[in-house]
């Protein structure tokens, strides 16, 4: 049985630094891509950091050069490390996994990555 965790989440200032984790469970991350999503209250999810198969990794144009996505295998763990965190960062942060090797092609082709996690909330005051 597939089992993502996220944890990690919780209240921070503007300018403040987060790191989430997702411990994996029930298969093993080689094989899979992986990403992270967020959805705030009133928006659409969206995609925030993807790692691919082969280790190729995609960020949106809203989290680059302040979040770094990061994969240990050996612990099937993934990471998201938020920094400068600002007020539009919040929301309540997925990890997600799929067994196709890209998450970015997973995206393309519109279907919905087929193991979730609860979620962690990550709230940014100003």
């Known amino acids: 049985q597939v089992q993502l965790v996220e944890s990690g989440g919780g209240s921070v200032q503007s300018g403040g630094s987060l790191r989430l984790s997702c411990a994996a469970s029930?298969?093993?991350?080689?094989?899979?891509?992986m990403g992270w999503f967020r959805q705030a209250p009133g928006k659409e999810r969206e995609g925030v950091a993807f790692i691919d198969d082969d280790g190729t990794i995609n960020y949106a144009e809203s989290v680059k050069g302040r979040f770094t996505i990061s994969q240990d295998n050996a612990k099937n763990t993934l990471y998201l490390q938020m920094n400068s965190l600002k007020p539009d960062d919040t929301a309540m942060y997925y990890c997600?996994?799929?067994?196709?090797?890209?998450?970015?092609?997973?995206?393309?082709?519109?279907?919905?990555?087929?193991?979730w996690g609860q979620g962690t909330q990550v709230t940014v005051s100003s």
């Open positions: 997600a996994a799929d067994p196709r090797p890209s998450m970015t092609t997973v995206q393309a082709l519109g279907v919905t990555p087929l193991f």
């Open positions: 029930g298969f093993t991350a080689i094989g899979y891509c």
